[in-house]
T-cell receptor, first 112, second 112 residues
Framework: DVKVTQSSRYLVKRTGEKVFLECVQD?????MFWYRQDPGLGLRLIYF???????EKGDIPEGYSVSREKKERFSLILESASTNQTSMYLC???????????FGQGTRLTVV | GENVEQHPSTLSVQEGDSAVIKCTYS??????FPWYKQELGKGPQLIID?????GEKKDQRIAVTLNKTAKHFSLHITETQPEDSAVYFC???????????FGKGTRLHILP
Protein backbone atom coordinates (compact mmCIF):
# COMPACT_ATOMS: atom_id res chain seq x y z
CA ASP A 1 0.00 0.00 0.00
CA VAL A 2 1.48 3.32 -1.09
CA LYS A 3 2.21 5.82 1.59
CA VAL A 4 3.08 9.49 2.03
CA THR A 5 3.75 10.37 5.64
CA GLN A 6 3.91 13.86 7.08
CA SER A 7 5.76 14.17 10.36
CA SER A 8 3.07 16.08 12.29
CA ARG A 9 -0.69 16.29 12.10
CA TYR A 10 -0.92 19.50 14.13
CA LEU A 11 1.76 22.07 14.90
CA VAL A 12 1.72 25.34 16.84
CA LYS A 13 4.68 27.68 16.44
CA ARG A 14 5.53 31.22 17.46
CA THR A 15 6.11 34.11 15.08
CA GLY A 16 9.74 34.26 14.00
CA GLU A 17 10.47 30.59 14.68
CA LYS A 18 12.12 28.40 12.06
CA VAL A 19 9.74 25.57 11.20
CA PHE A 20 10.45 22.28 9.46
CA LEU A 21 7.70 20.19 7.89
CA GLU A 22 8.86 16.74 6.90
CA CYS A 23 7.42 14.42 4.28
CA VAL A 24 8.48 10.86 3.46
CA GLN A 25 7.23 8.60 0.66
CA ASP A 26 7.88 4.89 0.28
CA UNK A 27 7.05 4.50 -3.41
CA UNK A 28 10.40 5.47 -4.98
CA UNK A 29 8.64 8.39 -6.69
CA UNK A 30 10.59 10.96 -8.67
CA UNK A 31 8.30 13.95 -8.03
CA MET A 32 7.38 15.49 -4.71
CA PHE A 33 5.23 18.53 -4.03
CA TRP A 34 4.30 20.89 -1.22
CA TYR A 35 0.90 22.63 -1.30
CA ARG A 36 -0.92 24.82 1.13
CA GLN A 37 -4.69 24.61 1.41
CA ASP A 38 -6.78 27.58 2.51
CA PRO A 39 -10.58 27.97 2.43
CA GLY A 40 -11.73 29.35 -0.90
CA LEU A 41 -8.24 29.21 -2.40
CA GLY A 42 -7.91 25.48 -3.02
CA LEU A 43 -4.49 23.86 -3.28
CA ARG A 44 -1.69 26.27 -4.09
CA LEU A 45 1.73 24.93 -5.07
CA ILE A 46 4.62 26.18 -2.95
CA TYR A 47 7.56 24.14 -4.31
CA PHE A 48 8.12 20.91 -6.16
CA UNK A 49 11.05 18.64 -6.87
CA UNK A 50 11.50 16.15 -9.71
CA UNK A 51 14.82 14.71 -8.53
CA UNK A 52 17.16 14.61 -5.56
CA UNK A 53 18.66 18.04 -4.85
CA UNK A 54 16.43 19.59 -7.54
CA UNK A 55 13.74 22.11 -6.66
CA GLU A 56 11.42 24.36 -8.58
CA LYS A 57 9.30 27.26 -7.34
CA GLY A 58 5.58 26.91 -7.49
CA ASP A 59 3.05 29.72 -7.41
CA ILE A 60 3.62 30.95 -3.84
CA PRO A 61 7.25 30.27 -2.81
CA GLU A 62 7.79 33.49 -0.86
CA GLY A 63 8.67 32.84 2.78
CA TYR A 64 9.41 29.16 2.15
CA SER A 65 12.35 27.00 1.15
CA VAL A 66 12.70 23.26 0.58
CA SER A 67 15.27 20.53 0.83
CA ARG A 68 15.51 17.19 -0.95
CA GLU A 69 18.70 15.42 0.06
CA LYS A 70 17.25 11.91 -0.38
CA LYS A 71 14.72 10.68 -2.92
CA GLU A 72 12.16 9.66 -0.30
CA ARG A 73 12.22 12.85 1.79
CA PHE A 74 11.07 16.37 0.94
CA SER A 75 11.21 19.03 3.63
CA LEU A 76 9.43 22.37 3.71
CA ILE A 77 11.13 25.11 5.72
CA LEU A 78 9.62 28.31 7.03
CA GLU A 79 12.69 30.41 7.77
CA SER A 80 10.83 32.84 10.02
CA ALA A 81 7.22 31.86 10.59
CA SER A 82 4.56 34.53 10.30
CA THR A 83 0.86 34.48 11.18
CA ASN A 84 -0.13 34.55 7.48
CA GLN A 85 1.52 31.15 7.12
CA THR A 86 -1.12 29.59 9.35
CA SER A 87 -2.61 26.97 7.04
CA MET A 88 -3.01 23.31 6.14
CA TYR A 89 0.11 22.00 4.40
CA LEU A 90 -0.14 18.98 2.11
CA CYS A 91 2.74 16.95 0.73
CA UNK A 92 2.32 14.77 -2.35
CA UNK A 93 4.43 12.47 -4.47
CA UNK A 94 4.05 10.99 -7.95
CA UNK A 95 6.16 8.91 -10.28
CA UNK A 96 5.90 11.71 -12.84
CA UNK A 97 3.72 14.83 -12.86
CA UNK A 98 1.40 13.19 -15.40
CA UNK A 99 0.68 10.19 -13.18
CA UNK A 100 -1.36 9.79 -10.01
CA UNK A 101 -0.26 11.93 -7.08
CA UNK A 102 -0.51 10.49 -3.57
CA PHE A 103 -1.09 12.88 -0.71
CA GLY A 104 -0.15 12.81 2.93
CA GLN A 105 -2.76 13.44 5.61
CA GLY A 106 -1.73 17.08 5.98
CA THR A 107 -0.17 19.22 8.70
CA ARG A 108 -2.30 21.94 10.21
CA LEU A 109 0.16 24.67 11.20
CA THR A 110 -0.85 27.52 13.48
CA VAL A 111 1.54 30.43 13.92
CA VAL A 112 0.81 32.55 16.98
CA GLY B 1 1.96 29.80 -16.31
CA GLU B 2 -0.81 27.25 -16.15
CA ASN B 3 -4.07 28.34 -14.59
CA VAL B 4 -7.05 26.11 -13.78
CA GLU B 5 -10.50 27.57 -13.13
CA GLN B 6 -13.15 25.41 -11.45
CA HIS B 7 -16.93 25.94 -11.12
CA PRO B 8 -19.07 25.91 -9.12
CA SER B 9 -17.42 26.43 -5.73
CA THR B 10 -20.39 24.80 -3.98
CA LEU B 11 -22.95 22.35 -5.37
CA SER B 12 -25.96 20.76 -3.68
CA VAL B 13 -27.84 17.94 -5.38
CA GLN B 14 -30.60 15.60 -4.30
CA GLU B 15 -29.52 12.03 -3.61
CA GLY B 16 -29.92 10.01 -6.80
CA ASP B 17 -29.53 13.02 -9.10
CA SER B 18 -26.44 13.82 -11.19
CA ALA B 19 -23.68 16.31 -10.37
CA VAL B 20 -21.45 18.10 -12.88
CA ILE B 21 -18.30 20.06 -12.08
CA LYS B 22 -16.51 22.03 -14.78
CA CYS B 23 -12.93 23.18 -15.23
CA THR B 24 -11.01 25.19 -17.78
CA TYR B 25 -7.26 25.35 -18.26
CA SER B 26 -5.04 27.95 -19.87
CA UNK B 27 -2.00 26.11 -21.24
CA UNK B 28 -2.73 24.24 -24.47
CA UNK B 29 0.34 22.05 -23.78
CA UNK B 30 -1.44 20.42 -20.81
CA UNK B 31 -1.90 16.72 -21.42
CA UNK B 32 -3.02 15.16 -18.15
CA PHE B 33 -6.22 16.01 -16.25
CA PRO B 34 -6.85 14.25 -12.93
CA TRP B 35 -9.75 14.65 -10.52
CA TYR B 36 -9.29 14.30 -6.76
CA LYS B 37 -11.77 13.81 -3.94
CA GLN B 38 -10.99 15.10 -0.46
CA GLU B 39 -12.97 13.84 2.51
CA LEU B 40 -12.94 15.58 5.85
CA GLY B 41 -9.61 15.28 7.66
CA LYS B 42 -7.88 13.50 4.79
CA GLY B 43 -5.61 14.33 1.90
CA PRO B 44 -7.05 14.35 -1.64
CA GLN B 45 -7.32 11.01 -3.44
CA LEU B 46 -7.43 10.39 -7.18
CA ILE B 47 -10.85 9.24 -8.43
CA ILE B 48 -10.40 9.44 -12.20
CA ASP B 49 -8.04 10.95 -14.75
CA UNK B 50 -7.95 11.56 -18.48
CA UNK B 51 -5.19 12.22 -20.98
CA UNK B 52 -5.30 14.59 -23.92
CA UNK B 53 -5.55 11.83 -26.49
CA UNK B 54 -8.93 10.72 -25.11
CA GLY B 55 -12.26 12.57 -25.15
CA GLU B 56 -14.14 10.66 -22.46
CA LYS B 57 -13.50 8.13 -19.73
CA LYS B 58 -15.92 6.34 -17.46
CA ASP B 59 -15.59 4.37 -14.24
CA GLN B 60 -18.90 3.13 -12.83
CA ARG B 61 -20.85 6.22 -11.70
CA ILE B 62 -18.05 8.65 -12.52
CA ALA B 63 -17.14 10.02 -15.94
CA VAL B 64 -14.82 12.72 -17.21
CA THR B 65 -15.04 14.51 -20.56
CA LEU B 66 -12.36 16.59 -22.24
CA ASN B 67 -12.73 19.21 -24.95
CA LYS B 68 -9.19 20.13 -26.03
CA THR B 69 -10.31 22.78 -28.48
CA ALA B 70 -12.21 24.70 -25.83
CA LYS B 71 -9.76 23.73 -23.07
CA HIS B 72 -12.61 22.43 -20.91
CA PHE B 73 -12.93 19.25 -18.89
CA SER B 74 -15.79 18.11 -16.68
CA LEU B 75 -16.56 15.57 -13.97
CA HIS B 76 -19.94 13.83 -14.05
CA ILE B 77 -21.27 11.83 -11.10
CA THR B 78 -24.50 9.93 -11.71
CA GLU B 79 -26.90 8.41 -9.16
CA THR B 80 -25.28 10.39 -6.36
CA GLN B 81 -25.04 8.85 -2.90
CA PRO B 82 -24.38 10.35 0.56
CA GLU B 83 -20.77 9.17 0.47
CA ASP B 84 -20.18 11.38 -2.58
CA SER B 85 -20.33 14.42 -0.27
CA ALA B 86 -16.78 15.83 -0.29
CA VAL B 87 -14.57 18.48 -1.87
CA TYR B 88 -13.56 17.74 -5.46
CA PHE B 89 -10.51 19.21 -7.19
CA CYS B 90 -9.64 19.22 -10.87
CA UNK B 91 -6.01 19.57 -11.95
CA UNK B 92 -3.86 19.90 -15.05
CA UNK B 93 -0.29 18.98 -15.83
CA UNK B 94 1.98 19.64 -18.75
CA UNK B 95 4.31 16.71 -18.56
CA UNK B 96 6.70 14.40 -16.82
CA UNK B 97 8.93 16.85 -14.97
CA UNK B 98 6.54 19.68 -14.41
CA UNK B 99 4.04 20.76 -11.86
CA UNK B 100 0.42 19.80 -11.22
CA UNK B 101 -1.87 22.81 -10.89
CA PHE B 102 -5.17 22.45 -9.05
CA GLY B 103 -8.47 24.27 -9.30
CA LYS B 104 -9.93 25.88 -6.19
CA GLY B 105 -12.24 23.00 -5.45
CA THR B 106 -15.98 22.30 -5.39
CA ARG B 107 -17.76 21.37 -2.18
CA LEU B 108 -20.44 18.84 -3.12
CA HIS B 109 -23.37 18.28 -0.76
CA ILE B 110 -25.70 15.34 -1.36
CA LEU B 111 -29.10 16.12 0.12
CA PRO B 112 -31.25 13.28 1.55
Amino acid sequence: DVKVTQSSRYLVKRTGEKVFLECVQDMDHENMFWYRQDPGLGLRLIYFSYDVKMKEKGDIPEGYSVSREKKERFSLILESASTNQTSMYLCASSLYSDTEAFFGQGTRLTVV
Amino acid sequence: GENVEQHPSTLSVQEGDSAVIKCTYSDSASNYFPWYKQELGKGPQLIIDIRSNVGEKKDQRIAVTLNKTAKHFSLHITETQPEDSAVYFCAASIGRDDKIIFGKGTRLHILP
